[in-house]
């Protein structure tokens, strides 16, 4: 079986500070994906990456940075100099190729607001 | 380009009415999927369409619910007789290859 958990369920922070986003995983598959999304207080789902589970590169995009170590089985987020935009509901997702196609499990998500 | 669209954004029903909710894929795309989430809780995978095909059905909960996709274009959700269990926000996705899902903006149930 496949699991994501998100154990920050809801993390408050002021503008500027740096916030990460923490998500660990289980799965069987040598083969997998990792997502993270963010959903705006408007409601839809908006895709800021996936990674693959050969390359364990960490990631850069402007202030947005992921840090993947399959030896923790984790795929954390971390916002640097937050901003009020950056308020939503975080969710990390992972599928399975072998075992699940590419159907997505997601952890429960982690509610942040940056606070002025 | 479009996005996943999807409607009603809001729809209260009563126990035992019926609701049909829809969703229109990015165009081109031809797997969509049927995601739910129900009180505050993680977002659960429903079933998954190649074109006008069921790839994998395995999250659908009961019998009550019924996903079609007509000619490989929009699908539609039904859930008949709705329960109060079945409250929650429902996402459509659409995809080229799968890898990077698209989301909709979701459609709100509440059932009283």
């Known amino acids: 079986a496949q699991k994501v958990t998100q154990a920050q369920t809801e993390i408050s922070v002021v503008e500027k500070e740096d916030v990460t986003l923490d998500c660990v995983y289980e799965?069987?598959?040598?083969?997998?994906?990792l997502f993270w999304y963010k959903q705006p207080p408007s409601g839809e789902l908006v895709f800021l990456i996936r990674?693959?589970?050969?390359?364990?590169q960490n990631e850069i995009s402007g202030r947005y940075s992921w840090n993947f170590q399959k030896s923790t089985s984790s795929f954390n987020f971390t916002i640097t100099a937050s901003q009020v935009v950056d308020s939503a509901v975080y969710f990390c997702?992972?599928?399975?190729?072998?075992?699940?196609?590419?159907?997505?499990?997601f952890g429960e998500g982690t509610q942040l607001t940056v606070n002025p | 380009e479009a996005g996943v669209t999807q409607f009603p954004s809001h729809s209260v029903i009563e126990k035992g009415q019926t609701v049909t909710l829809r969703c229109d894929p990015i165009?081109?795309?031809?797997?969509l999927y049927w995601y739910r989430r129900v009180m505050g809780k993680e977002i659960k995978f429903l079933l998954h369409?190649?074109?006008?095909?069921?790839?994998?059905e395995s999250g659908m909960p009961n019998n009550r619910f019924l996903a079609e996709r007509t000619g490989g274009t929009y699908s539609t959700l039904k859930v008949q007789p709705a329960e109060l269990e079945d409250s929650g926000v429902y996402f459509c996705?659409?995809?080229?290859?799968?890898?990077?899902?698209?989301f909709g903006p979701g459609t709100r149930l509440t059932v009283t």
């Open positions: 990674r693959n589970s050969f390359d364990e």
């Open positions: 997702a992972l599928s399975g190729l072998e075992t699940s196609g590419s159907r997505l499990t």
């Open positions: 799965t069987r598959d040598t083969t997998y994906y």
């Open positions: 996705a659409s995809s080229i290859r799968g890898y990077e899902q698209y």
């Open positions: 369409f190649v074109k006008e095909s069921k790839q994998d």
């Open positions: 165009s081109g795309h031809d797997n």
